[in-house]
T-cell receptor, first 111, second 113 residues
Framework: LAKTTQPISMDSYEGQEVNITCSHNNIATNDYITWYQQFPSQGPRFIIQGYKTKVTNEVASLFIPADRKSSTLSLPRVSLSDTAVYYC????????????FGQGTELSVKP | EAGVAQSPRYKIIEKRQSVAFWCNPISGHATLYWYQQILGQGPKLLIQ????????DSQLPKDRFSAERLKGVDSTLKIQPAKLEDSAVYLC???????????FGPGTRLTVL
């Protein structure tokens, strides 16, 4: 599975748009990019998954450039409740059941 | 729809003692996973079940950890004897099948003194 690199931490303020970028230079042709969110004292939760270009759902958008060597998770107008750790995972569709988490990005949203 | 249930939520034991964790997956989910999450790190897969059979236990420390899912529904993870480095949150997850979205439980926080 491709190695991912993402910032350890990020700070933001309520109402701002937050973009978290993940690098995955060794992504394979059949790999998907998946983001999970984890609140304190809870298990991770699936946010979004994509293969190329742009994917949007009710929670976030995922931007993937043509070379697919990086991806950006975009959270529109964050609130205090978006404070969490965000993980970028790269691998076969839904990882073939074997999720490999990195260290994640700890997002802190301030009032 | 009920989520993945885990118990206990917290457990404190002394090293060399044994401990067991219980997980009840979402109804109908054939695949069940146990993860270990050490503070400040992402979760690490310990074992994956498909119904009552083990699919992947390559990262399970088999000298002290064991897991079972006898009837293909709920599962238990046991540590015997526990070491200080086993202090972590143990997360259970389930999915309809191996390639489907995984749903995580709240976890059991284990502290080994």
């Amino acid at each position: 599975l491709a190695k991912t690199t993402q910032p350890i931490s990020m700070d933001s303020y309520e109402g701002q748009e937050v973009n978290i970028t993940c690098s995955h230079n060794n992504i394979a042709t059949n790999d998907y990019i998946t983001w999970y969110q984890q609140f304190p004292s809870q298990g991770p939760r699936f946010i979004i998954q994509g293969y190329k270009t742009k994917v949007t759902n009710e929670v976030a958008s995922l931007f993937i450039p043509a070379d697919r060597k990086s991806s950006t998770l975009s959270l529109p107008r964050v609130s205090l409740s978006d404070t969490a750790v965000y993980y970028c995972l790269v691998g076969p569709y839904n990882q073939g059941g074997k999720l490999i988490f990195g260290q994640g990005t700890e997002l802190s949203v301030k009032p | 729809e009920a989520g993945v249930a885990q118990s206990p939520r917290y457990k404190i034991i002394e090293k060399r003692q044994s401990v067991a964790f219980w997980c009840n997956p979402i109804s109908g989910h054939a695949t069940l996973y146990w993860y270990q999450q050490i503070l400040g790190q992402g979760p690490k897969l310990l074992i994956q079940f498909q119904n009552n059979g083990v699919v992947d236990d390559s990262q399970l420390p088999k000298d002290r950890f064991s897991a079972e899912r006898l009837k293909g529904v709920d599962s238990t993870l046991k540590i015997q004897p526990a070491k200080l480095e086993d202090s972590a949150v143990y997360l259970c997850a389930s999915s309809l099948g191996r390639n489907d979205e995984q749903f995580f439980g709240p976890g059991t926080r284990l502290t080994v003194l």
